[in-house]
Structures are given as structure tokens and as C-alpha cells.
């Protein structure tokens, strides 16, 4: 067993039965010209989580750990988009609009996939989702079970939304979360601040909260063989 200093406690786990979950690192979220950005964010915030998610990866990959890979979006039809996501705020452009990385938030288009530097591998399962969950809509827990995992490794963005309600939803069907502070982002850093204190107040009511130095420290090629 691998253990991480965490708050509230250390996280212990076991790598074959873990997965590294990478929530939504699409170009829709963290580039100009997507979907984050017609909603007013600022999306060079989250520039920040990817160095230290590719250490991550990088270091799942090379122990042979299962890696899945989220993304948010909608079939070209927008048939499972409720219209309550769909007329939700203002944006300057809708989801399905044309945008300069294609149509926003649909599936197929270039801006709904993953960025360059996080790129799955063919081998690599990636779980488009319609809604902020995981778990909703998707094969996510089926999943899951298929493998044996009964622990997640958990990064992305943003850390308050599509993070922490996969981190919910995980939470509530037994699967024990480490929420990766530095590897998880938001466009309003109060919200990622608090969220993460979301996650391991009362005890660790949602899950536990680590920077990945600490994950990266106990996870060692010794430490798992
Ligand atoms: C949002 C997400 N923020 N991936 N999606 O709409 O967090």
C-alpha cells in the first residue's frame, strides 16, 4: 500500500486497484476561443495546472496505472443537452455554436478535445460526458468496476465544478478520492482555494487533498513493487 501525506490524513491506497482520473483538460476549457472563454473566464488561469498533471501522468504511465480520461460535451445534435444547460447565462456564443476551434462543447470538434500536452494514449479510456459528473450519463462506473478500482487519483478542471462533483458523485457510490491540489484548477482561485477545503473538511467529507510532491514522493517504483 501507497501512503500520501494528505489532508485531514494520509491517503493510503493500493496502485493496482487506483485510478488517475483526468477531468476535462480539453481545449474548450483551457484555450482561447472555447467554451470557458465565451463564458467570460479567464482561461490562461488554468495554463498553470498542466506542467505538474504531466509529471502525474507520467509517473501513472510508467507504473502501469490505469489513466481515464474525462471529457464535457454534447452529440452534434445537442439531443443530450438539457435545454436548461443550453439557455443557461449570457455566453457570447451558445453550445453547438460555431467557434474558432469548431462548434462549442460538441463532441468531434477540435476544442472539445484534450490539449496537446495531456493527450490520451490509444490505450487510454476516455469517457465523454454530458453533464459536470462523471458518473451521469456515462459508462464511467461501469467502468470502474470492469477494472477493480476502488480508489481514484483525481485532477482537471475546474476544481469546483466538474471536479468536485465528479468527487461527489465518487464519494456516494464508496470510491475513495485524492483530490490533486496543484493538478486541479479553476478561473476563480477563491473557488479552487475553497473547494479543496471542501473536500477534506469535517474529517474528509468528500475525499482527501494532497499537492502532487506529496502523491509523487510515496509513489515510487520501489514503493510499488
Ligand atoms: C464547467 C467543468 N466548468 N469541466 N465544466 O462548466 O468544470
Same mark, same amino acid.
Given at each position: &500500500?501507497?501512503?500520501? *501525506? %494528505? *489532508?485531514? !490524513?494520509?491517503?493510503?491506497?493500493?496502485?493496482?486497484?487506483?485510478?488517475?482520473?483526468?477531468?476535462? &483538460?480539453?481545449?474548450?476549457?483551457?484555450?482561447? /476561443?472555447?467554451?470557458?472563454?465565451?463564458? =467570460?473566464?479567464?482561461?490562461?488561469?488554468?495554463?498553470?495546472?498542466?506542467?505538474?498533471?504531466?509529471?502525474?501522468?507520467? @509517473?501513472?504511465?510508467?507504473?502501469?496505472?490505469?489513466?481515464?480520461?474525462?471529457?464535457? =460535451?454534447?452529440?452534434?445534435?445537442?439531443?443530450?443537452?438539457?435545454? %436548461?444547460?443550453?439557455?443557461? =447565462?449570457?455566453?457570447?456564443?451558445?453550445?453547438?455554436?460555431?467557434?474558432?476551434?469548431?462548434?462549442?462543447?460538441?463532441?468531434?470538434?477540435?476544442?472539445?478535445?484534450?490539449? *496537446?500536452?495531456?493527450?490520451?494514449?490509444?490505450?487510454?479510456?476516455?469517457?465523454?460526458?454530458?453533464?459536470? /459528473?462523471?458518473?451521469?450519463?456515462?459508462?464511467?462506473?461501469?467502468?470502474?468496476? !470492469?477494472?477493480?478500482?476502488?480508489?481514484?487519483?483525481?485532477?482537471?478542471?475546474? @476544481?469546483?465544478?466538474?471536479?468536485?462533483?465528479?468527487?461527489?458523485? !465518487?464519494?456516494?457510490?464508496?470510491?475513495?478520492?485524492?483530490?490533486?491540489?496543484?493538478?486541479?484548477?479553476?478561473?476563480?482561485?477563491?473557488?479552487?482555494?475553497? !473547494?479543496?477545503? &471542501?473536500?477534506?473538511?469535517? /474529517?474528509?467529507?468528500?475525499?482527501?487533498?494532497?499537492?502532487?510532491?506529496?502523491?509523487? @514522493?510515496?509513489?515510487?517504483?520501489?514503493?510499488?513493487?
Amino acid at each position: &500500500m501507497i501512503s500520501v *501525506d %494528505a *489532508d485531514p !490524513a494520509p491517503f493510503t491506497f493500493a496502485p493496482a486497484t487506483t485510478a488517475l482520473v483526468i477531468i476535462d &483538460m480539453q481545449r474548450d476549457f483551457c484555450e482561447p /476561443g472555447g467554451f470557458g472563454e465565451t463564458l =467570460g473566464n479567464d482561461v490562461s488561469l488554468l495554463q498553470s495546472v498542466i506542467p505538474p498533471l504531466q509529471t502525474v501522468l507520467a @509517473t501513472a504511465r510508467a507504473l502501469g496505472m490505469t489513466v481515464i480520461h474525462t471529457r464535457e =460535451g454534447h452529440v452534434p445534435d445537442l439531443s443530450d443537452c438539457p435545454p %436548461a444547460k443550453l439557455n443557461r =447565462g449570457n455566453p457570447s456564443l451558445r453550445i453547438g455554436d460555431p467557434g474558432p476551434k469548431g462548434r462549442i462543447l460538441v463532441r468531434g470538434e477540435f476544442g472539445h478535445d484534450i490539449v *496537446d500536452e495531456l493527450a490520451p494514449l490509444p490505450d487510454e479510456l476516455v469517457i465523454d460526458k454530458p453533464g459536470k /459528473g462523471s458518473f451521469h450519463g456515462t459508462t464511467f462506473g461501469a467502468e470502474l468496476q !470492469a477494472r477493480g478500482i476502488t480508489s481514484l487519483l483525481v485532477a482537471g478542471v475546474t @476544481t469546483e465544478v466538474c471536479v468536485h462533483t465528479t468527487v461527489r458523485e !465518487a464519494n456516494d457510490r464508496g470510491y475513495e478520492c485524492l483530490v490533486l491540489s496543484d493538478c486541479t484548477g479553476s478561473y476563480f482561485p477563491q473557488f479552487h482555494r475553497v !473547494a479543496l477545503q &471542501m473536500v477534506a473538511a469535517q /474529517g474528509g467529507i468528500f475525499g482527501w487533498v494532497a499537492p502532487s510532491s506529496a502523491l509523487l @514522493t510515496a509513489l515510487t517504483p520501489e514503493a510499488v513493487r
